[in-house]
């Protein structure tokens, strides 16, 4: 049986499935199943990336990437999917919800718990680090200047943008459960902007929401200024669920490690702040499973009760 006819038969369940689930059962009513589709249907199937951004600028930088793979695929549609913050997107791969995943390194580990498995990396694993911004008139020099104040991070599970400058302060001698006072306000450019309000000594995050918000906040950014930056370690995974067709999976596999090939696909690139798709699997992020648990023995329980 060729993959593409497996391709087929999957779609055609998914198609009844679907139809089951959303309408209404009434009494005597014969169900009738069709062998294909319905023309001009395609099936769609979620890809939900982890909360970068608010949804609406998440839609802007991550949607010229879905048009052009839905270009290259005819019986699935993908939809691009936003979550209101870090919880909101964990708890859809526990539920193994999405057919397909963009999350941080940490999530990567946890959705494997869950039926997911790795098919690329998005971005250049040197531009995943952490960063800290502070305003210019804060008078913050040394992160032990940080003692006794508070300080901004999108969630406690934020790779990037919390664990890793955690560990960063914690290397410069300070205990951050301790010492400092954290708060976890939802969102990368959240945790930019209670630096900018005064709300926050520093904020934590990493290059690509911090390029971003000096290209659409222009103003405020340049009150603020980066002080200090993590070493680097593997970026974001792409995951698919284990039930979705391999066929399907390499089809959207190869699309993603063909954009940075064209112009389309560069300008798409460009608008998520990425270089590239490189290729990768589970194996790529086992150092990160490494690094966590030295973190978690030395600095933190990364899941907050």
Not at 46 to 69: E, G, K
Not at 195 to 223: C, D, I, N
Not at 229 to 254: G, H, I, K, Y
């Amino acid at each position: 049986m060729t993959a593409q006819h497996l391709l087929g038969k999957w779609l055609v369940a998914v198609c009844v499935t679907l139809l089951l689930a959303c309408s209404p059962k009434l009494p005597d009513q014969e169900l009738q199943y069709q062998s294909t589709p319905p023309a001009g249907s395609p099936v769609r199937l979620r890809f939900a990336v982890h909360p970068l951004h608010n949804p609406q600028l998440l839609a802007q930088a991550y949607q010229p990437m879905i048009d052009l793979l839905n270009a290259e695929l005819t019986a699935v549609q993908l939809d691009l999917e936003a979550s209101r913050d870090y919880q909101a997107f964990e708890e859809k791969y526990a539920t193994r919800g999405p057919a397909f995943l963009l999350p941080n390194p940490w999530q990567t580990l946890q959705a494997m718990r869950h039926g997911y498995r790795v098919i690329a990396m998005a971005g250049d694993p040197d531009d995943f680090r952490g960063i800290f911004i502070v305003r210019k008139d804060s008078g913050i020099r040394s992160p032990t200047d940080l003692r006794g104040k508070v300080i901004s991070y999108p969630s406690p599970t934020a790779l990037a943008a919390a664990i890793m400058p955690q560990y960063f302060l914690h290397t410069q001698g300070l205990d951050v459960r301790q010492d400092t006072r954290s708060v976890y306000v939802g969102s990368q450019e959240s945790a930019i902007m209670n630096v900018y309000l005064g709300q926050a000594a520093a904020g934590a995050t990493w290059p690509p929401p911090w390029r971003l918000f000096q290209s659409s906040h222009p103003r405020e950014a340049a009150e603020l200024m980066q002080i200090w930056q993590t070493p680097s370690l593997v970026n974001n995974s792409v995951m698919v669920r284990d039930d979705v067709p391999p066929e399907l999976a390499r089809l959207v596999q190869t699309g993603l490690l063909a954009l940075s090939h064209t112009a389309a696909g560069q300008a798409a690139l460009l608008q998520m702040q990425a270089a590239a798709f490189h290729p990768a699997d589970d194996s790529t992020y086992q150092v990160v499973a490494q690094y966590v648990q030295r973190f978690e023995r030395e600095v933190r329980p990364v899941e907050q009760p």
